[in-house]
T-cell receptor, first 113, second 117 residues
Framework: AAGVIQSPRHLIKEKRETATLKCYPI?????VYWYQQGPGQDPQFLIS???????DKGSIPDRFSAQQFSDYHSELNMSSLELGDSALYFC????????????FGQGTRLTVV | AQKITQTQPGMFVQEKEAVTLDCTYD???????LFWYKQPSSGEMIFLIY??????QNATEGRYSLNFQKARKSANLVISASQLGDSAMYFC??????????????FGKGTHLIIQP
């Protein structure tokens, strides 16, 4: 079965640079979530999209933005990167229904140096 | 108050034994969902099991079952016949809308499970 695809898997950026993370949800899933997991931490919700519209925001910094495109893939754009942005970034997708299973991608490990 | 509490930071269990990972939650929303995820050292987040607040039966998925006690607000994960490959971090998570919360999942701090041969 198709899973959530994230790219790239690993990314190294310097401080103040920008980064773009991509997420391709499971086919026919209409909701996408982005999470940030710092080292040794639990994942923190950043932002979500439902049917290409922003659905909700969590603890997403103003330096970050995201969007969902017509083919349902989503991109997380991160600017003015800081050392503290180094983390594992997950995308998750969910099918119809508020409380159904949410499946995660393998994550993008971002290292800011 | 913590929305999701996992009181066991780490656990050591002998192979083939059953394991219970504790999770308690706090919400005023009558409609919510509870999730368990496994995160091996490789980092991916693997969905294990889901329980909806209105589900009458406890959820089961193979060797995983969820001991859902609604009145106590607990959703413990039970792994039967543990295997060495079960060694990982386990996260309990909830989705609800109480307190104007976001619709993303709120995770507990996790339990690091180590299965010993």
């Amino acid at each position: 079965a198709a899973g959530v695809i994230q790219s790239p898997r690993h990314l190294i950026k310097e401080k103040r640079e920008t980064a773009t993370l991509k997420c391709y949800p499971i086919p026919r899933h209409d909701t996408v979530y982005w999470y940030q997991q710092g080292p040794g931490q639990d994942p923190q919700f950043l932002i979500s999209f439902y049917e290409k519209m922003q659905s909700d925001k969590g603890s997403i910094p103003d330096r970050f933005s995201a969007q969902q495109f017509s083919d349902y893939h989503s991109e997380l754009n991160m600017s003015s990167l800081e050392l503290g942005d180094s983390a594992l970034y997950f995308c998750a997708s969910q099918g119809q229904g508020a409380n159904t299973e949410a499946f995660f991608g393998q994550g993008t490990r971002l290292t800011v140096v | 108050a913590q929305k999701i509490t996992q009181t066991q930071p780490g656990m050591f269990v002998q192979e083939k034994e059953a394991v219970t990972l504790d999770c308690t939650y706090d919400t005023s929303d009558p409609s919510y969902g509870l999730f368990w995820y496994k995160q091996p050292s490789s980092g991916e987040m693997i969905f294990l099991i889901y329980q909806g607040s209105y589900d009458q039966q406890n959820a089961t998925e193979g060797r995983y079952s969820l001991n859902f006690q609604k009145a106590r607000k607990s959703a413990n994960l039970v792994i039967s016949a543990s295997q060495l490959g079960d060694s990982a971090m386990y996260f309990c998570a909830m989705r609800d809308r109480s307190g104007g919360g976001a619709d993303g999942l709120t995770f507990g701090k996790g339990t690091h499970l180590i299965i010993q041969p």
